[in-house]
């Protein structure tokens, strides 16, 4: 069955560091892949996405994600992180489900910045 | 415009009442979704609306009852809720199969 993997739950990183979010997939055919971010209490937002081209596909908020199909992995990164990304970050693939397109999501990864 | 707006923000309901949950799109997006969070889980997948139709019911209980009145807008009727139903119930749309759905921000619901 097709599924997404965040292998981990939370990351506390020092605000300024560079991040690294990790996310695997199990799909047999080209995925469509998506980060999204909730802040506390908050809906999701789309930080960016991977349909086809480019390996390394940029978001809002200067993240970025780099597709690596012989690794099944679509890792989110940011050379520099500030307080405000501190949120929950979920990664998802876009799957065709009796016929129409749903989303199936990660469980997420916690991210935490510490000053 | 890529705002999915819901209303209530809040509701605190008791068992016994009858609630709606709303949830608007004007993007012209054929596809609508009901997802259920419960906290530090991802959304749960409820319902699917394509061109106004039901198109998914994932199994959910008949104390939510869905409806879609026109392309724009989408409900969830509630009725007999348990505690246990109290999570983050988002709206989402999405304009093509297989592209970005646009989340609302969610009504926070709490069954007492």
């Known amino acids: 069955a097709q599924s997404v993997t965040q292998p981990d739950i939370h990351i506390t990183v020092s605000e300024g560091a560079s991040l690294e979010l990790r996310c695997n997939y199990s799909?047999?055919?080209?995925?469509?892949l998506f980060w999204y971010v909730q802040s506390p209490g908050q809906g999701l937002q789309l930080l960016l996405k991977?349909?086809?081209?480019?390996?390394l596909v940029q978001g809002i908020k200067g993240f970025e994600a780099e597709f690596k199909r012989s690794q099944s992995s679509f890792n989110l990164r940011k050379p520099s992180v500030h307080w405000s990304d501190a949120a929950e970050y979920f990664c998802?693939?876009?799957?065709?489900?009796?016929?129409?397109?749903?989303?199936?999501f990660g469980k997420g990864t916690m991210l935490l910045v510490s000053p | 415009d890529t705002e999915v707006t819901q209303t209530p923000k809040h509701l605190v309901m008791g068992m016994t009442n009858k609630k709606s949950l709303k949830c608007e799109q004007h993007?012209?997006?054929?596809?609508m979704y009901w997802y259920k969070q419960k906290a530090k889980k991802p959304p749960e997948l409820m319902f699917v609306?394509?061109?106004?139709?039901?198109?998914i019911n994932e199994s959910v209980p008949s104390r939510f009852s869905p409806e879609c009145p026109n392309s724009s807008l989408l409900n969830l009727h509630l009725h007999a809720l348990q505690p246990e139903d109290s999570a983050l119930y988002l709206c989402?749309?999405?304009?093509?199969?297989?592209?970005?759905?646009?989340f609302g921000q969610g009504t926070r619901l709490t069954v007492v």
């Open positions: 998802a693939v876009a799957l065709m489900n009796s016929g129409y397109s749903t989303l199936t």
């Open positions: 799909y047999g055919a080209t995925p469509y």
């Open positions: 991977y349909f086809s081209g480019d390996t």
């Open positions: 609306y394509s061109y106004e139709k039901l198109s």
């Open positions: 989402a749309s999405r304009g093509q199969p297989l592209t970005e759905a646009f």
């Open positions: 993007m012209g997006h054929r596809a």
